[in-house]
């Protein structure tokens, strides 16, 4: 069974930085493509970020090119997103997601397993 586990969301002034970061366990996860998503209060869940697992490639939403980076650590079987320069528009749940093919995913009804969400709030 999948299991997906995001951490590192919390209160970060504008202007700043945070790292989420995405355990992955009960598979091997080189044919998987991760994800990045994000949901604000009274929206729809919206991609942010995608990496293929075994090449490493990436794809990002244009509203955060060049301000995310996307990465995985293939010994911890960890996701990270790396935010700068983080905006307002930048708040709301962010959702780590696995999808076992290799693909350019930005849907989130193409993902099939889901973390829990962690909470990221930008403030003014």
């Known amino acids: 069974q999948v299991q997906l586990v995001e951490s590192g969301g919390g209160l970060v002034q504008a202007g700043g930085s945070l790292r989420l970061s995405c355990a992955a366990s009960g598979r091997t996860f080189s044919t998987y493509t991760m994800g990045w998503f994000r949901q604000a209060p009274g929206k729809e869940r919206e991609f942010v970020a995608g990496?293929?697992?075994?090449?490493?490639?990436?794809y990002y939403a244009d509203s955060v090119k060049g301000r995310f980076t996307i990465s995985r650590d293939n010994a911890k079987n960890t996701v990270y997103l790396q935010m700068n320069s983080l905006k307002r528009e930048d708040t709301g749940v962010y959702f780590c997601?696995?999808?076992?093919?290799?693909?350019?995913?930005?849907?989130?009804?193409?993902?099939?397993?889901w973390g829990q969400g962690t909470q990221v709030t930008v403030s003014s």
């Open positions: 990496i293929r697992w075994s090449m490493g490639n990436t």
């Open positions: 997601a696995a999808e076992e093919r290799q693909f350019w995913g930005t849907s989130a009804s193409q993902y099939a397993y």
